[in-house]
């Protein structure tokens, strides 16, 4: 869920970091490894890190199709992580965020729900949002995870993970199929206790306090709906920042709140993947 103005285009919480022309030399050449910040908030560097996928086709039962990228980590077999995009769609970040995955082990499945080019304005954002047909989409990431599972360098652990549009989402494909750990950030939780009986998994979630949509009172009531389900296995993190703020590409990220959210994500994806 996001709203018009919620993923990233308003005023900076802190500056994104830089890239020199040195450093996207020695980058191009594979000659230096650069922060993943870094990485994501240069346009030419997260398309070159993005450049690793492979496009793979996933299909429902229903015959629908969805292309997704992969990227391969050095060492297999692995376990595995579907990354779900923003309202944005599925650009470069998110490319660049799955070769960082590969880099740490995983492999990496970025999924396309749109299957269009991803957008670059809001407005556009939002028509391809509202365009999503709930149904088809689940069936697309059930699909995903059942791939991801029975991949020949697969070792059958699959971790979901998302952002904005795809943080609701995530926390859906853990509703609805069987995987080993669901990572929200500052997705849509809006559920209720009878909605989320069918998690099975552990989860992270990652919020920021001055995020008007995806606020206190979505989450507390998430959490409540947790509890009265009966699950305990869920781990809640808040941060002085706003929408987005893992998004150096936006106008809401915030450097030090990203790096901690993903250190603990990897954290948590280490523990229940590995």
């Not at 269009?116 to 699909?143: C, F, H, N, W």
């Not at 697969?154 to 609805?176: D, E």
């Amino acid at each position: 869920m996001c709203t018009l103005d919620g993923c990233g285009v308003n005023d900076h919480l802190g500056p994104p970091p830089k890239a020199t022309d040195e450093d996207r030399r020695l980058f191009l050449k594979g000659a230096v490894a650069l922060p993943l910040a870094v990485v994501l908030a240069d346009p030419i560097l997260a398309h070159a890190a993005g450049s690793m996928l492979e496009p793979v086709t996933i299909t429902t039962p229903g015959g629908e199709k969805m292309t997704a990228e992969i990227a391969m980590p050095a060492t297999l077999p692995a376990p595995t992580v579907i990354l779900i995009h923003e309202w944005w769609g599925l650009n470069d970040q998110i490319r660049a965020v799955a070769a960082e995955y590969a880099k740490q082990g995983y492999i990496a499945l970025a999924v396309d729900l749109y299957g269009k080019p991803a957008a670059t304005t809001p407005d556009g954002a939002k028509a391809l949002m509202s365009a999503v047909d709930p149904a088809i989409a689940t069936e697309k990431l059930q699909e995903s995870v059942k791939f991801l599972k029975n991949h020949k360098d697969s070792t059958g652990k699959v971790g979901t993970v998302g952002w904005c549009f795809g943080g609701g989402w995530s926390l859906n494909t853990g509703l609805a199929a069987d995987v080993d750990a669901v990572v929200v950030y500052y997705g849509n939780v809006k559920k209720t206790a009878e909605q989320v009986s069918t998690l099975n998994a552990p989860l992270m979630g990652h919020f920021g306090t001055l995020d008007k949509s995806i606020n206190k009172s979505m989450v507390n009531g998430f959490e409540e709906s947790l509890k009265e389900a009966g699950k305990t296995d869920y781990q809640i993190f808040w941060y002085e920042a706003d929408h987005a703020f893992a998004n150096p590409t936006g106008g809401r990220y915030d450097a030090e709140d990203a790096m901690l959210a993903w250190e603990r994500t990897m954290g948590f994806f280490d523990t229940h993947l590995s």
